[in-house]
């Protein structure tokens, strides 16, 4: 099948070629680029040269929709609602690793993403990507909204929870923390090496526009309003993020009980792995894989539950999720292209 990345030059994007590179079904045959049109894409990224070299286009809506069957769009918010209408209109797929389709809630995305929402009959078309929640509508997707990476984290550390009832679902405290490379590829000041290194700082607290979808995801899967407490951090690693998450339980559960609740939540879902007791993941443990990691620990003392969960954020994050969402589509084996180990150390 033929697809096409849009968002070239970007960390996304590269990060697809890289397990697309490897898909049996797939041939990428459009890279489209706003910034490098014309340019090739290893003079962008030289690790590419020879084996997954091509020469970035610019976009034309109509061409594309003639050339491919499904759309990557690897591109800043407020990019791809201004675009999606006009493939899905043409018969293109599109998975769009941004947040513009994500939110039900125009207010909500008015505020956290400064413009309006996509027109409505897209947003209704659009299925949310969390496939260990939603698999069967993603079989039908025509507009796949991927999940961000905090929210994967932390949905996947939660959702055997919530649905389980274990925990007040209204004392959630979610402290997280990402690498880097979640920033994306533009330079900033606050990213520069002197800036980051031997660095450690909180960011966007009380108003990171991942709250509403945290929220959004869990309310929906508890049939109530769930508010929760989120603060990110951005540590000085490339790839990583963990999502420490503290909630009252709701009764007085052992870990090897919840343990057991999750293991059995997770059995049919090959990417998240639950450890066994005593053992909290490490974000190495996951690095340049599809993998979520969850350890858990329900502290008898105090009445919380302690929730551990760490992907790598371009890949469970955004574009290893992406593909996985794409195979889900398509009817492959959800594991296609995604079957690899973590890099370790
Ligand atoms: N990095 C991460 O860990 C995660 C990222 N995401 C989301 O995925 C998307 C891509 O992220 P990432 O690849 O990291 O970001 P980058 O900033 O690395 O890449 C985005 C790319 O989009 C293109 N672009 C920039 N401005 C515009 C514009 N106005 N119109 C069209 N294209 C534009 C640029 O490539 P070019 O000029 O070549 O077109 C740019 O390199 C973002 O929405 C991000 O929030 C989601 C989860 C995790
Ligand atoms: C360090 C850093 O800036 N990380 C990014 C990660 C979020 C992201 O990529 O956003 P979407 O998945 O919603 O598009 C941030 O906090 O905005």
């Given at each position: 099948?033929?697809?096409?990345?849009?968002?070239?030059?970007?960390?996304?994007?590269?990060?697809?070629?890289?397990?697309?590179?490897?898909?049996?079904?797939?041939?990428?045959?459009?890279?489209?680029?706003?910034?490098?049109?014309?340019?090739?894409?290893?003079?962008?990224?030289?690790?590419?040269?020879?084996?997954?070299?091509?020469?970035?286009?610019?976009?034309?809506?109509?061409?594309?929709?003639?050339?491919?069957?499904?759309?990557?769009?690897?591109?800043?918010?407020?990019?791809?609602?201004?675009?999606?209408?006009?493939?899905?209109?043409?018969?293109?797929?599109?998975?769009?690793?941004?947040?513009?389709?994500?939110?039900?809630?125009?207010?909500?995305?008015?505020?956290?993403?400064?413009?309006?929402?996509?027109?409505?009959?897209?947003?209704?078309?659009?299925?949310?990507?969390?496939?260990?929640?939603?698999?069967?509508?993603?079989?039908?997707?025509?507009?796949?909204?991927?999940?961000?990476?905090?929210?994967?984290?932390?949905?996947?550390?939660?959702?055997?929870?919530?649905?389980?009832?274990?925990?007040?679902?209204?004392?959630?405290?979610?402290?997280?923390?990402?690498g880097?490379?979640?920033?994306?590829?533009?330079?900033?000041?606050?990213?520069?090496?002197?800036?980051?290194?031997?660095?450690?700082?909180?960011?966007?607290?009380?108003?990171?526009?991942?709250?509403?979808?945290?929220?959004?995801?869990?309310?929906?899967?508890?049939?109530?309003?769930?508010?929760?407490?989120?603060?990110?951090?951005?540590?000085?690693m490339t790839r990583g993020?963990?999502?420490?998450?503290?909630?009252?339980?709701?009764?007085?559960?052992?870990?090897?009980?919840?343990?057991?609740?999750?293991?059995?939540?997770?059995?049919?879902?090959?990417?998240?792995?639950?450890?066994?007791?005593?053992?909290?993941?490490a974000t190495k443990e996951v690095y340049g894989s599809?993998?979520?990691?969850?350890?858990?620990?329900?502290?008898?003392?105090?009445?919380?539950?302690?929730?551990?969960?760490v992907?790598d954020?371009?890949v469970?994050?955004?574009?290893?999720?992406?593909?996985?969402?794409?195979?889900?589509?398509?009817?492959?084996?959800?594991?296609?292209?995604?079957?690899?180990?973590p890099i370790f150390p």
């Amino acid at each position: 099948m033929d697809v096409a990345i849009i968002g070239g030059t970007g960390y996304g994007a590269v990060e697809l070629l890289r397990f697309l590179h490897n898909h049996p079904h797939v041939n990428v045959k459009k890279v489209i680029s706003h910034s490098n049109s014309g340019t090739d894409l290893a003079d962008v990224y030289p690790h590419l040269t020879e084996v997954a070299d091509i020469q970035m286009s610019a976009l034309e809506v109509d061409t594309l929709a003639e050339e491919v069957e499904l759309v990557f769009f690897a591109t800043p918010s407020n990019v791809s609602k201004n675009v999606i209408p006009s493939l899905v209109e043409k018969g293109v797929r599109c998975i769009d690793l941004s947040g513009d389709f994500r939110l039900r809630n125009g207010d909500k995305y008015q505020e956290y993403y400064g413009e309006e929402i996509a027109p409505w009959q897209y947003i209704d078309k659009a299925i949310y990507g969390l496939s260990e929640i939603n698999k069967e509508s993603i079989k039908e997707a025509s507009i796949l909204a991927n999940p961000g990476c905090y929210p994967t984290a932390t949905a996947l550390g939660l959702i055997p929870a919530i649905e389980q009832g274990l925990i007040d679902s209204q004392s959630i405290i979610i402290d997280a923390k990402t690498g880097v490379s979640g920033a994306g590829r533009g330079l900033s000041l606050n990213f520069h090496f002197s800036e980051m290194t031997e660095n450690f700082r909180a960011y966007q607290v009380g108003v990171h526009k991942h709250i509403p979808e945290i929220e959004q995801t869990l309310s929906e899967l508890s049939h109530e309003n769930i508010q929760v407490i989120f603060t990110p951090h951005v540590v000085p690693m490339t790839r990583g993020i963990m999502s420490t998450i503290y909630a009252d339980m709701s009764d007085e559960y052992q870990t090897k009980q919840l343990l057991d609740i999750y293991h059995s939540y997770y059995k049919d879902h090959p990417f998240v792995r639950v450890r066994p007791e005593g053992v909290i993941p490490a974000t190495k443990e996951v690095y340049g894989s599809n993998y979520c990691d969850i350890g858990l620990y329900a502290d008898e003392r105090t009445g919380k539950l302690i929730i551990v969960s760490v992907i790598d954020n371009l890949v469970k994050g955004a574009s290893g999720q992406a593909i996985q969402n794409m195979n889900i589509m398509y009817g492959w084996d959800e594991k296609t292209g995604l079957d690899q180990l973590p890099i370790f150390p």
